[in-house]
């Protein structure tokens, strides 16, 4: 259904059926009144008749599916209503045969209908290839070639009706067509606007090899269906001349290839692999006229009695020129698959290039002639290039033993499997594939980890500020203030001023323990003074009774000297370690708790078991629990909680590199 809505569709759809009702029409008044009329075949043949019939019908046909299926691609009006046209003038033509002696009226049809043909030609089968194969121009800009295509059109039109001395006027020979006189100049507007019309089919052309190049791979495919009517066009062409004699089905029928290989581009473009039938039509047609070109050539050049010699030479030399041919034309449309240096190397140039890994997709699709190609990392896309097609390929990508995902590739129009030169291409494509995505992963997270740094730099300096602000702030005003308010009643009011200065020392006592409060939250002084075993024996001790009044026995067992720890390293796992003891004082009913501290290679480990089980049956894991994990994880370690009906332990392994020491 169109983009237009129900009605509007329905409505083009109504007219394209009656554009082709009107072409069928004409066709079977053609064959009927051809048949009907004294002429010959072969006059009807000389007066294009069936030619023009069998266009005319055959690019009708072409434009309905479109038309009907897709009415907002304009490709299909315009072989609708070129086939109307086409196929007027043999319609008029096999009418006026059949009359005879037409009046007036038919003779004013047959000057419409002489002329039928002449827009077709100049006007609308240009503007198809113009508008293949989305309906739309290549720019703007493309505007101006479609009012130079009215202009010739209309010139064409006016030539092929008035022209007495070379229009279709004068070969036609039928009682009582009109004849019309006082347009002799007629001729420099013919010569023009035949000009006009190599110009514009010439335009036409160089759209579609713009468009060719310049568009997606899904373009590229419906455009290659159109060159493959070309290539047989040519072939029959080349036959007729070779042969020497004008034949209706070297000569005219193939052209009716056109509008049916563009209405296969437009609706069924994926119906087989159109690379290789192009290419290997190719590859034959220039092989055979090379073949006729270079024997007619040398023939020339020796003498008839040398044809056995020139039919050696050729033999010989026909194999070689093959191959290389063959290989020319293969990597034109295949690109680098028997090549794999070449890809690697154009591929790799990519790698660390401003475009990333999108900019190597598309450097791996543009050599190996891939519809679309994507890296797939744990199951989301990283980067992508075009849309992938359902029939695809992946590839998975390996660093030494670990498996970073895969490189999923679009197979090619027609290809149900990847062939063995593509597999091989990309298997070596692999290795700098997947040391570029493992680079792009640490960047990424090396990006993430910034972002984390600063965030957290800024929230602590968000929550030191709200400290200073709202706590020791207001505490330090109410000390000025009452040691001012104390100053002025000194000598007036001893005893007020007694009760002021006791104020004043308490409240100068909350503001010290307000700063000691922020320089616990920063780094606990306990770990300066007596390290971590010895700042969590300190708290420990402290956690020896619950808060319900009953008994904890908490033990620390650790080295008794530690080496020096990045300071990271041993604040986090010393809130580790106070936020395990500190949940099991509040949530369990443990009786004992130890807490372990190990030095081994390269990491820290700290670790603390209880032999207790939850007191509130309905408690879950919360804030504690997760913010233990949060601080294993932004030093890249790692810290497992698990229950059981024995109790509670809390893992936590921290390595200890140079990036937790800084």
């Known amino acids: 259904m169109s983009e237009s809505g129900p009605p509007d569709a329905g409505r083009r759809r109504t007219a394209a059926s009656a554009l082709l009702v009107v072409a069928l029409l ?30 005319g019908l055959c690019l009708a046909l072409a434009g309905w599916p479109i038309a009907y299926h897709r009415p907002r691609n304009l490709v299909g009006w315009t072989l609708l209503l070129g086939g109307c046209c086409y196929a007027s003038t043999a319609t008029g033509l096999s009418v006026l045969a059949w009359l005879g002696e037409p009046t007036v009226p038919w003779r004013i049809v047959a000057t419409v209908t002489n002329g039928g043909w002449s827009p077709a030609l100049a006007f609308f089968i240009p503007l198809t290839l113009l508008l293949f194969p989305d309906g739309q121009l290549l720019s703007r800009r493309w505007r101006w070639v479609v009012a130079a295509l009215v202009l010739n059109a209309v010139l064409w039109t006016a030539t092929g009706v008035f022209d007495q001395a070379g229009g279709l006027s004068a070969e036609i020979g039928i009682p009582g067509y009109p004849h019309w006189t006082g347009f002799e100049q007629i001729q420099v507007i013919g010569a023009i606007s035949s000009a006009g019309l190599l110009a514009s089919l010439l ?22 269906w159109l060159l493959l009517a070309l290539l047989v066009i040519v072939a029959c062409f080349g036959l007729e001349n070779l042969i020497g004699t004008e034949s209706l089905v070297l000569g005219v029928l193939p052209l009716l290839l056109i509008p049916l290989a563009i209405a296969i581009a437009v609706l069924r473009h994926q119906l087989l692999d159109i690379r290789l039938v192009v290419s290997r039509s190719l590859l034959y047609l220039i092989l055979a006229g090379g073949v006729v070109v270079a024997y007619l050539s040398l023939i020339a050049l020796l003498d008839r009695n040398s044809s056995v010699l020139v039919t050696l030479v050729i033999a010989l030399a026909f194999n070689p020129v093959r191959v290389w041919l063959q290989r020319v034309i293969h990597r034109a449309f295949y690109g680098a698959r028997r090549d794999p240096v070449r ?14 890994l999108v900019g190597v997709l598309a450097a791996l699709c543009r050599v190996m002639r891939f519809p679309a190609a994507s890296i797939v990392v744990e199951g989301n896309q990283m980067a992508a290039y075009g849309e992938l097609p359902a029939a695809r390929h992946a590839i998975e990508l390996w660093s030494g033993e670990e498996r970073l995902g895969e490189l999923v590739v679009g197979l090619r129009t027609g290809e149900s499997r990847v062939n063995a030169g593509d597999e091989q291409v990309l298997s070596l494509l692999a290795a700098p594939l997947a040391v570029a995505v ?34 020791l702030g207001p505490v330090l005003t109410a000390v000025v203030l009452n040691a001012d308010a104390a100053r002025r009643l000194m000598e007036t009011e001893p005893e007020r001023t007694s009760a002021l200065l006791a104020e004043l020392r308490d409240q100068a006592i909350g503001a010290v323990e307000e700063i000691r409060r922020l320089v616990y939250d920063l780094r606990p002084p306990a770990l300066d003074g007596l390290g971590l075993v010895g700042a969590l024996s300190e708290y420990a001790a402290m956690a020896s009774r619950r808060g319900d009044g009953a008994a904890l026995t908490v033990t620390v067992d650790g080295p008794a000297t530690l080496a020096e720890l990045p300071a990271a390293v041993e604040v986090a796992a010393y809130r580790i370690a106070t936020e395990a003891l500190t949940n099991v004082i509040r949530h369990s009913t443990a009786t004992t708790a130890a807490i372990r501290v190990a030095v081994e290679t390269d990491v820290l480990r700290v670790g603390v078991l209880d032999n207790g089980v939850n007191a509130e049956p309905e408690w879950t894991a919360g804030v504690g629990l997760g913010s233990m994990r949060e601080r294993a994880a932004e030093l890249g370690g790692r810290c497992e909680i698990t229950f059981n009906g024995t109790g509670c332990s809390v893992d936590a392994v921290l390595p200890l590199t140079e990036g937790a020491r800084r």
């Open 26 to 55: 004409e066709a079977v008044v053609t064959v009927v009144a051809a048949a009907a009329s004294d002429l010959s075949w072969t006059r009807l043949t000389e007066l294009f008749v069936p030619s023009n019939a069998a266009i």
């Open 203 to 224: 335009a036409a052309l160089l759209a579609v090899v713009l468009r060719y190049r310049r568009s997606s791979e899904q373009v590229r495919r419906q455009v290659l």
């Open 343 to 356: 890809a690697i190397a154009e591929v790799g140039a990519q790698i660390g290039a401003a475009g990333g």
């Open 438 to 471: 493992q680079a792009k992963g640490l960047a990424d997270e090396l990006r993430d980890s910034r972002e984390r740094i600063i965030t957290g730099r800024e929230e602590e300096r968000r929550r030191i500020r709200r400290d200073l602000h709202d706590g």
